[in-house]
Structure formats: structure tokens, C-alpha cells
């Protein structure tokens, strides 16, 4: 977990970052999750890689302030990937998200209009 979540982000963000800073100008996003903030059971490994690259990316934040380079975090929970939240809602799918709200959110945090974001989690698990 610790590989896919946290040192994949490492590793990527070593590679992007300088050329960013080199042209004032960068946006550094990620899908992190509800579990790196309150973990459930049973899911110490994953719940501890999140959390993780939930302090990288917000203490990276905090680095490249003011460089025109900015790093969020956009929290998912289930992916409704067939649309169940708005055809059959229950209250087990009232909080998951649609990939086209996951993707408007990365659109537009990755957009010149977002360039005062910065170290923002935002949820769109409808929890808040």
C-alpha cells in the first residue's frame, strides 16, 4: 500500500516538480481518501499509505506556495461508476461520487482559474 499510494506520489512528483517550478507554473493533484483521515477497520495498511500521501502533498503545498505551482487533494469514496447515487439511491450509495464529478474537480483544480488553491482537500464524498 505504502508503494502504490505513497512512493508512487513521491516518485512522480519528484519528476514533474522542478520542471514546475523551473516555469512558474504547475498544478500537482491526487485522489486521496476519507480512510487517511478517519480509518476504518480492518484497513490499517491502506488507511496509513493515505494518510501519508495526504501529509506529502499538504506539506508540499505549503513548500511551493507562491511559486505558481499548486497541490490538492480531491477525497473520493466508492466510485459510481453506473450511476446507482441518481437512478436507485439508498443510503449506502448517497455518498459516493460519479467519475464526472471526480473529473470536473480535477479539471478544474488543474485549470489557471484554480491558481489560489492550494493545500485544499476537497471531499466529494458528500460528507464534507
Not at 476519507?34 to 490499517?44: D, I, N, Q, T, Y
Not at 501529509?55 to 477525497?75: K, S, Y
Not at 439508498?90 to 474537480?105: D, G, Q, V
Amino acid at each position: 500500500m505504502l508503494e502504490q499510494h505513497l512512493w508512487t506520489t513521491l516518485n512522480v512528483i519528484q519528476a514533474v516538480l522542478p520542471g514546475m517550478l523551473g516555469g512558474s507554473w504547475g498544478r500537482i493533484v491526487a485522489i486521496g481518501s476519507r480512510s487517511g483521515l478517519e480509518p476504518p477497520p480492518k484497513v490499517a495498511s491502506y488507511a496509513v499509505a493515505k494518510a501519508a500521501e495526504d501529509t506529502l502533498l499538504r506539506t508540499l503545498a505549503r513548500e511551493v506556495d507562491r511559486t505558481g505551482v499548486t497541490v490538492n487533494l480531491v477525497t473520493v469514496g466508492t466510485i459510481d461508476e453506473e450511476h446507482q447515487r441518481d437512478s436507485a439511491a439508498t443510503p449506502r450509495n448517497a455518498t459516493w461520487s460519479t467519475p464526472e464529478e471526480i473529473a470536473a474537480a480535477l479539471l478544474y483544480l488543474c485549470s489557471d482559474d484554480a491558481g489560489a488553491i492550494n493545500g485544499a482537500r476537497i471531499p466529494l464524498d458528500r460528507r464534507g
